[in-house]
């Protein structure tokens, strides 16, 4: 048997996170016009005596403690990236910080849905001019927050993951690589300004109606519409960084990439394999091999074509006994 380990020494697992990414220059900037819009409508709303005002920046504060988390994520993981004591780099904070941003939308979802059973039960005046212009500011904040967090924008992060170690490739890895779509700080980020702009559409257009048309229950039932989307995106989150953390396989197009490409190799059959990601667009992987002509595993993994993204690579290879071998093609 022959096995192919890594050693610590000489082999870092930055994966490109020592170096600032796009999402997290993304998110500061959300972050930063959240921080200056909620300052201002509370100091509009206390110098003015508005209580909309007030409440609507107490309401944008929340979601700057959401952003706020999402950054320090990113801060964290590019300043501890070098850090040895995390065995596979700090990939996984970047789900662990979708994951808090989850849990905060539902939260922000359930308040909504309780206020509006509130003012349901306990109909409160409200003063639609004001109200009004509150929404409307809101969501032209939010409508530019959520272009800029756009995460189907097509931004490559092209951050040229010029790693350190040569996994048995022979080459570094310099390659540009588009992988918002597994950026789920991004997606948490993301969701939380389009949370904010959806409240303001659903604020807008229940204001209309209880203006002109004294339709005042609209209010709190537009509340309910919106709270019902939120937790369904907060769910969905919830699921994809909680796979992600729970280190869940690979998708089946990169796991039967990985077998095509070994058991393209004659008399080659993989017996164990497991994939998974372990930060934005990079995989690990674990594969052991029996085969009737036992190379060297440096040799297998120049089989993997480089655009599967796997960056850690171990190989364990076996050579075949006569009752169980792969069976040679004639």
Known sequence: MRTHTHKQCGHLHTFGLDQKQEGERRTFLVFAITIIMMVIEIAAGMHFGSIALLADGLHMGSHATALGINTLAYIYARRYAHDPRFTFGTGKINALGGYTGAVLLGFFAVTMAWEGGKRLLYPQPIAFDWALAVAVIGLAVNAASVLILDVNHGHGHDHGHGHSHDEGHGHAHDHAHSHSEDDLNLR???????????????????????????????????????????????????????????????????????????????????????????????????IGIITHDPKEPDYYKTLLPDELGIRHLTVEVHPCSDEKCPVVPV
């Not at 993301?190 to 229940?206: E, G, N, P, W």
């Not at 990169?254 to 070994?262: G, K, L, P, Q, T």
């Open 188 to 286: 948490s980020a993301y969701l939380h300004v389009l949370a904010d702009a959806l409240t303001s559409v659903t604020a807008i257009i229940a204001l209309l109606a209880g203006k002109y048309l004294g339709a005042v229950w609209m209010d709190p039932a537009m509340g309910f519409v919106g709270a019902v989307l939120i937790l369904r995106w907060s769910w969905s989150l919830l699921q994809q960084t909680g796979l992600r953390l729970l280190d869940y396989q690979a998708p089946s197009a990169v796991y039967d990439a990985v077998h095509r490409a070994i058991e393209a190799d004659e008399g080659t059959e993989i017996f164990d394999l497991h994939v998974w990601l372990i930060a934005p667009g990079t995989y690990a992987a674990i």
